[in-house]
Nanobody
């Protein structure tokens, strides 16, 4: 069956870094554009970053541009989100999303930025 499993979340101080991973299985990963979304408490889910199937094009929300980097390894069926210079407002559950013929979601990983 299709699975997207996020990992790498946790508690980090402001200014710190985390690297999220999302391992995919059950579908042809290289046929799918991949995205990261996040949802903070009491807020709607928002798009964070996207990467095309080949990894040649990447896009970012203005709120994370210059701080976050999305990447993928099609040989490992994994997409990453490197998050640097983290701020308290980055606190959220981060979700991996695959978009192609179908749309798939992971279960999310919690990121908390606090001193």
């Amino acid at each position: 069956q299709v699975r997207l499993v996020e990992s790498g979340g946790g508690l980090v101080q402001p200014g710190g870094s985390l690297r999220l991973s999302c391992a995919a299985s059950g579908f042809t990963f290289s046929d799918y554009g991949m995205n990261w979304y996040r949802q903070a408490p009491g807020k709607e889910r928002e798009w964070v970053a996207s990467i095309t199937r080949t990894g040649l094009r990447r896009n970012y929300a203005d709120s994370v541009k210059g701080r976050f980097t999305i990447s993928r390894d099609n040989a490992k069926n994994t997409v990453y989100l490197q998050m640097n210079s983290l701020k308290p407002e980055d606190t959220a559950v981060y979700y991996c999303n695959g978009l192609g013929t179908y749309e798939y979601w992971g279960q999310g990983t919690q990121v908390t930025v606090s001193s």
